[in-house]
Nanobody, 122 residues
């Protein structure tokens, strides 16, 4: 199983970025893929998740209306479109895959990508 995250970078307040997570080696019909982030000195927190079989989507309150998670079935990739970025969104973003609920808990995920840095300057 491999998860390869990409797309991070340095942007300004209000800009957009799209993160991608290429997933391989999993049975997608029973898998959900989530995005988490961890800022320096802070706990890892849930950002968004999509249930692969139903495509139901879930978001943290702090990103609702600004971030969109969606999947590319043909490419086995899950994207996180981040709009209206704020300095408080600065963190290392990780994608993860798992098959247990709840989707907003890191302990529900068995596989993790390597993380990609997102920095939003004010």
């Amino acid at each position: 199983v491999q998860l390869q995250a990409s797309g991070g970078g340095l942007v300004q307040d209000g800009d957009s970025l799209r993160l991608s997570c290429a997933v391989s080696g999993l049975t997608f019909s029973r898998t959900h893929t989530g995005w988490f982030r961890q800022a320096p000195g802070k706990e890892r927190e849930f950002v968004a998740a999509v249930r692969w079989g139903t495509s139901n989507k879930y978001y943290a309150e702090s990103v609702k209306g600004r971030f969109t998670v969606f999947r590319d079935v043909a490419e086995n990739t899950v994207h996180l479109q981040m709009n209206s970025l704020k300095p408080e969104d600065t963190a290392v973003y990780y994608c993860a895959a798992g098959s247990r609920p709840p989707l907003d808990s890191g302990s529900s995920y068995d596989y993790w990508g390597q993380g990609t840095q997102v920095t939003v300057s004010s």
